[in-house]
């Protein structure tokens, strides 16, 4: 038996970096993936990526982590389709780099709401 045999997953960020390491990864080990991200496309590709290795994945829609609504409804869809969750990896996020005294203050309010809001949110709403 795999270590994460029909445990349901919710892993945003799948279109690129640690989520789309993560994602094949875990449905690897039996879990049942349900992704999202800003960008649908490349998640969906994440997806397709997964079904031909043999794994479950699921991509609702276009996600935004930084919108509870959003997550919220993710988390709806991924417990609908999948009876329940059972692992959250919140690994998502963006950062603005830069030299700080030529950045606008806006970055801060943008990392803290891309890198960590987005983690409540979405632990919060699973
Ligand atoms: N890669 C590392 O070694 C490392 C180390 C420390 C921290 N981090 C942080 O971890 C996070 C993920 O790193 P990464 O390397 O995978 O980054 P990445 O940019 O390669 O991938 C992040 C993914 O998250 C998605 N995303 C960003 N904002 C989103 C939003 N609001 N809603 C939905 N999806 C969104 C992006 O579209 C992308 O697919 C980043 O915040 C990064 O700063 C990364």
Redesign the pocket.
């Known amino acids: 038996m795999k270590r994460l045999e029909s445990k349901v997953a919710l892993i945003?960020?799948?279109?690129?970096?640690?989520?789309?390491?993560a994602a094949p990864r875990f449905a690897a080990e039996g879990a049942l993936v349900v992704g999202?991200?800003?960008?649908h496309e490349?998640?969906v590709e994440t997806q397709r990526l997964i079904a031909r290795e043999g794994g479950t994945a699921l991509t609702p829609g276009?996600?935004?982590?930084?919108?509870g609504d959003?997550v919220r409804t993710w988390v709806e869809e991924a417990a609908d389709a999948f009876d329940g969750v059972d692992i959250v990896c919140a690994?998502?996020?963006?950062?603005r780099f830069g030299p700080v005294d030529s950045r606008p203050h806006d970055d801060s309010a943008f990392?803290l709401?891309?890198?960590l809001d987005?983690v409540r949110l979405t632990v919060r709403a699973a």
Do not use: C, F, N, Q
């Open positions: 945003p960020g799948t279109a690129r970096g640690r989520g789309t390491a999202g991200d800003l960008l490349e998640a276009p996600l935004d982590i930084t919108d959003a690994d998502a996020g963006a950062v990392i709401r891309a890198g987005s």
